[in-house]
């Protein structure tokens, strides 16, 4: 039986391949930058918006970390990925910011490169990010005046229905208050990173603290807080921002709870794992509202978030806080029983060895 083969492409017959205008048309038409290369690093084409983003001059490739993708990716035959920064002209600073994929196609020894600007992105973001940390701070001195002006009208009338609508004015006033403030606590932490300036935080005193910031909370509605056994561990991140999401979702729990129950914090290690269960006795959440209830704004029940001053926001800062640790949350619930929410955080290496297992 003869033996069928295929034989190796010249690589005039390969940049003859590119050249065509069918295969020229179906390029042209990509809406993202690409660059192609042959063997020997050679261009075998490239897109109008490459020579656009500055990354082909003169038909020439000017930005040479590119090939640094390009040959790994020939060298292990995996997509690599990577960001570049490009010149925006021959003449002063401004820098384009460009992500870069390159995908190694072995049949055809070439590497697609794929060139996407995220430059306009980023200024976008960091507008919107200004725009609402400018905003929530100038709100609050309105807010705060409103705040006092409300007090004092209450202290200077004798009159029941002054006092009551001072009294209603003083509510959503706080209410207020709170939205700027969580607004600005999620701005911060979408700008920052937690894991770059890491410390060691001790999961027993940050639980312990965001305890003790709900106590009055829990007082006012005789719900007990009860604390399972301490696990004498570190996790690795910013202990505000730790404390702030386990003080969320115990005041969480506390809001969503009849009177005179309990709400019970449950610390355990699973491995390598740190996993915190905040625990209530509510109404329980439906499935559908599961779905959503890590969603910005959302709230399952909106007539009692106004009655409890809920935002919406609390269950989505407890997101990203556990999300920047490098951790995930999850949440059990049925109706009549009541809601778990779990935390799982990695345990810091040298405090795994110490705590309880």
């Not at 082909?56 to 640094?68: M, T």
């Not at 932490?189 to 965001?210: S, W």
């Not at 979702?249 to 390598?272: F, H, K, Q, W």
Request: include cysteine.
């Amino acid at each position: 039986m003869a033996r069928a083969f295929r034989r190796k492409k010249s690589s005039t017959d390969f940049s003859r391949d590119f050249a065509s205008p069918e295969v020229q048309e179906i390029l042209g038409s990509l809406e993202f930058a690409s660059v192609i290369f042959g063997p020997g690093d050679r261009i075998e084409y490239f897109s109008a918006q490459a020579v656009t983003l500055g990354v082909i001059r003169d038909e020439k490739l000017v930005v040479n970390s590119i090939l640094d993708l390009v040959r790994k990716a020939r060298r292990t035959g995996l997509s690599q990925v990577g960001n570049i920064e490009v010149p925006l002209g021959p003449i002063g600073e401004g820098m384009r910011k460009l992500s870069v994929k390159a995908t190694y196609f072995k049949n055809h020894d070439a590497t697609f490169t794929i060139l996407t600007d995220e430059s306009e992105a980023e200024r976008i973001d960091a507008v919107r990010r200004d725009f609402v940390a400018n905003i929530s701070h100038e709100l609050k001195t309105p807010i705060s005046a409103l705040k006092t002006l409300s007090e004092a009208v209450s202290v200077a009338s004798d009159d029941p229905q002054v006092n009551k609508f001072s009294s209603m004015m003083q509510s959503q006033v706080e209410r207020l208050s709170t939205l700027v403030q969580e607004i600005i606590d999620l701005s911060r932490l979408q700008d920052t990173d937690p894991l770059l300036d890491a410390l060691l935080v001790d999961i027993d005193e940050a639980i312990g603290e965001a305890i003790d910031q709900c106590q009055v909370l829990a007082g006012t509605r005789e719900i007990e807080i009860v604390r399972g056994p301490l696990v004498k561990v570190s996790v690795v991140g910013d202990r505000t921002h730790l404390i702030m999401a386990f003080h969320n979702l115990i005041e969480n729990a506390i809001n969503y709870s009849p009177d005179r129950t309990r709400v019970a914090v449950n610390t355990v290690i699973s491995g390598e794992i740190l996993e915190v269960a905040v625990i209530d006795q509510g109404v329980g959440i439906s499935d559908a509202d599961q779905a959503r209830i890590f969603e910005r704004f959302y709230r399952v029940d909106p007539a009692r978030s106004r009655v409890t001053g809920g935002t919406g926001l609390g269950l989505s800062i407890v997101k990203h806080v556990i999300g920047n640790h490098g951790g995930d949350i999850a949440v059990w619930s049925s109706a009549g029983v009541g809601s778990t929410f779990t935390i799982r955080l990695p345990i810091a290496d040298d405090s795994a060895d110490d705590g309880a297992r």
